[in-house]
């Protein structure tokens, strides 16, 4: 009767190993920091009823507990523009403003 053949290991062989596992937790480590630091995963979708006077700035909550890095408009009822004010975002607030009188809009702020 034959014996099943054993494997033997190489230290070349593990040392490849150990690279290629080393390799593939650096990568997964990288795609994780990607996808958690992905700003619309964190993100709120605010309804605004009216912005007010055309130029005149206006506050929208988004609730995020961080300063967003951006906005955008979702829908629009009327053909404006909607532009940053000049107030400094906060991690509770941003300050935008319309070209238009009275706007009503969607923003996902993220």
Do not use: C
Not at 3 to 25: E, H, Y
Not at 46 to 63: K, M, P, R, S
């Amino acid at each position: 009767m034959k014996m099943p053949r054993q494997a033997t290991f190489r230290s070349d062989n593990l040392d490849s190993s150990v690279k290629i596992k080393s390799t593939l937790q650096w990568i997964w480590e990288d795609i994780q920091k990607y996808v958690n630091s992905n700003p619309l995963q964190s993100s709120a979708l605010i309804e605004i009823a009216d912005t007010g006077a055309l130029g005149v700035e206006f506050t929208v909550q988004h609730g995020l507990g961080r300063v967003p890095i951006g906005y955008i408009p979702t829908h629009i009822n009327k053909p404006a523009t909607i532009y940053v004010g000049a107030t400094t975002w906060t991690v509770e607030n941003i300050y935008l403003k319309a070209s238009d009188n009275n706007v009503a809009l969607g923003l996902l702020v993220f």
